[in-house]
Antibody, heavy 121, light 107 residues
């Protein structure tokens, strides 16, 4: 069974940094694009960033561009999100999600973790 | 930036058909997916590539995408279908964009 487990969330002061990790299992990690999606308390889903299977194409939401960096280590079957210059509005539950394709998002995100909470205060 | 609009809420009686819309400029030029999220749970992919259902998703969930509007249809709505529903659009120019979500109430 495909699984994603996020870690690294916590309480952090504005302006500081945090690194999120997402460990995968049960599928061939390096075949698929991966994404970070966040959900502020009581709010909807917001795509944060995505990375193709081989890291040759990366995208960011405008709200995080220049502050967040997505990366992956296919050998470790893991996805990362380096978050710098954190703001109060970055407070959210951060989900790691697997794309159904290796690049782009033509087929949606079919596996989601339980999320890790980031609180900036 | 590309914006995708959903109605905040939709109500339906049990056994009836619910329709949730998703609107954006030239939406049919993009790939649309739909997700269901129940309280305290992670989102679940229920439709991808405009109208395809992943394995395990009941046939009562269907969808279409034409012009500026994509529509998720739930036929014979059940109490267990009460949830938040999100559409998500993608193409290579706009990347991933979620709609604001629609709360479906079955009453």
């Amino acid at each position: 069974e495909a699984q994603l487990v996020e870690s690294g969330g916590g309480l952090v002061q504005p302006g500081r940094s945090l690194r999120l990790s997402c460990a995968s299992s049960g599928f061939t990690f390096d075949d698929f694009a991966m994404h970070w999606v966040r959900q502020a308390p009581g709010k909807g889903l917001e795509w944060v960033s995505g990375i193709t299977w081989n890291s040759d194409s990366i995208g960011y939401a405008g709200s995080v561009k220049g502050r967040f960096t997505i990366s992956r280590d296919n050998a470790k079957q893991s996805l990362y999100l380096q978050m710098n210059s954190l703001r109060a509005e970055d407070t959210a539950l951060y989900y790691c999600a697997k794309g159904q394709s290796g690049s782009g998002n033509t087929h949606g995100m079919d596996v989601w973790g339980q999320g890790t909470t980031v609180t900036v205060s | 930036s590309y914006e995708v609009t959903q109605p905040p809420s939709v109500s339906v009686s049990p056994g009836q058909t619910a329709s949730i819309t998703c609107s954006a400029d030239k939406l049919d030029d993009k790939y649309v997916s739909w997700y269901q999220q129940k309280p305290g749970q992670s989102p679940l992919l229920i439709i991808y590539q405009d109208h395809n259902r992943p394995s395990g998703i009941p046939e009562r969930f269907s969808a279409s995408n034409s012009g500026n509007t994509a529509t998720l249809t739930i036929s014979g709505t059940q109490a267990m279908d009460e949830a938040d529903y999100y559409c998500q659009a993608w193409d290579s120019s706009t990347d991933v964009v979620f709609g604001g979500g629609t709360k479906l109430t079955v009453l």
